[in-house]
C-alpha cells in the first residue's frame, strides 16, 4: 500500500511539474507579445494613432529625432496626407562612434540627453506658425520629447503648435508629464520589442 501511495504522489508530482513548465512557457509568451509590436502591427497601429491625431491637430510637418522614429513618421504620413518629415540625426552617446560626430560640420541645433545628443535640422523650426508632430518610436523618460519642445519654444515656435507622438512609452514618462500626446501601448517597463530591436 506505501509503495503505490508513492508511486502515486510520484506521478502526481511529475504532472504537476510538466504543468508549471507549461503554464510558466505560456506566460513567458504572453509576457513577450505585450512588450512587443511586429511588422504585422505596424500599419494597424499607425492607422489607429494617425485617426487621435486628425480629430484635433493636422501637423504642417513631422519631426523625428531618428531613423528609428522615421519609421513610424513614415507609417503614419501615410495616413495624415503629404506632410514633410524630417529626420534628425541622433547619436547615442555609449555608442564607440560618439566621439568621431563632432566633427559632422552640421548647421543643426542640437539638445543632450543624459544618453542621446540629438541634431535638428533648420527647416523643422524655421517656418512660423507650422503645426509641428514630433514622432519617435518609443519614449522611455520623455527627456529628450521635453529638451526638443523646449528648443523648438526657443526657436520661436507656438508651444500649442507641436503636438508628439510615439508607439509606446514608459508610465515613468507619463507620470512625469514628458510622455507623448499620442501613444499606443504602455510599456510597464523599458523593455519593449520593435521589429527594428530593443528600445532605447
Same mark, same amino acid.
Given at each position: 500500500?506505501?509503495?503505490?501511495?508513492?508511486?502515486?504522489?510520484?506521478?502526481?508530482?511529475?504532472?504537476?511539474?510538466?504543468?508549471?513548465?507549461?503554464?510558466?512557457?505560456?506566460?513567458?509568451?504572453?509576457?513577450?507579445?505585450?512588450?512587443?509590436?511586429?511588422?504585422?502591427?505596424?500599419?494597424?497601429?499607425?492607422?489607429?494613432?494617425?485617426?487621435?491625431?486628425?480629430?484635433?491637430?493636422?501637423?504642417?510637418?513631422?519631426?523625428?529625432?531618428?531613423?528609428?522614429?522615421?519609421?513610424?513618421?513614415?507609417?503614419?504620413?501615410?495616413?495624415?496626407?503629404?506632410?514633410?518629415?524630417?529626420?534628425? !540625426?541622433?547619436?547615442?552617446?555609449?555608442? $564607440?562612434?560618439? %566621439?568621431? *560626430?563632432?566633427?559632422?560640420? #552640421?548647421?543643426? +541645433? @542640437?539638445?543632450?540627453?543624459?544618453?542621446?545628443?540629438?541634431?535638428?535640422?533648420?527647416?523643422?523650426?524655421?517656418?512660423?506658425?507650422?503645426?509641428?508632430? !514630433?514622432?519617435?518610436?518609443?519614449?522611455? $523618460?520623455?527627456? %529628450?520629447? *521635453?529638451?526638443?519642445?523646449? #528648443?523648438?519654444? +526657443? @526657436?520661436?515656435?507656438?508651444?500649442?503648435?507641436?503636438?508628439?507622438?510615439?508607439?509606446?512609452?514608459?508610465?515613468?514618462?507619463?507620470?512625469?508629464?514628458?510622455?507623448?500626446?499620442?501613444?499606443?501601448?504602455?510599456?510597464?517597463?523599458?523593455?519593449?520589442?520593435?521589429?527594428?530591436?530593443?528600445?532605447?
Amino acid at each position: 500500500m506505501t509503495a503505490l501511495l508513492t508511486w502515486l504522489f510520484g506521478i502526481a508530482g511529475l504532472i504537476g511539474l510538466g504543468a508549471t513548465i507549461y503554464y510558466g512557457a505560456k506566460a513567458n509568451r504572453l509576457q513577450e507579445k505585450l512588450t512587443k509590436i511586429g511588422w504585422e502591427d505596424i500599419p494597424m497601429v499607425a492607422s489607429d494613432l494617425a485617426s487621435l491625431v486628425i480629430r484635433d491637430f493636422q501637423p504642417d510637418i513631422i519631426f523625428s529625432p531618428d531613423v528609428r522614429g522615421g519609421i513610424v513618421a513614415y507609417y503614419i504620413a501615410e495616413q495624415l496626407g503629404r506632410v514633410p518629415i524630417f529626420v534628425g !540625426i541622433c547619436e547615442f552617446k555609449a555608442s $564607440s562612434t560618439h %566621439a568621431a *560626430a563632432p566633427n559632422l560640420k #552640421l548647421d543643426f +541645433e @542640437k539638445i543632450e540627453t543624459t544618453n542621446w545628443v540629438v541634431h535638428i535640422p533648420p527647416a523643422v523650426y524655421s517656418s512660423p506658425g507650422a503645426k509641428i508632430l !514630433i514622432i519617435d518610436d518609443f519614449v522611455m $523618460s520623455g527627456d %529628450a520629447l *521635453a529638451l526638443i519642445k523646449r #528648443l523648438l519654444a +526657443e @526657436k520661436g515656435v507656438n508651444p500649442t503648435s507641436v503636438r508628439t507622438l510615439a508607439l509606446a512609452t514608459t508610465r515613468i514618462a507619463l507620470q512625469n508629464k514628458k510622455g507623448p500626446d499620442y501613444y499606443w501601448k504602455v510599456a510597464e517597463s523599458s523593455r519593449f520589442y520593435h521589429p527594428w530591436g530593443a528600445a532605447r
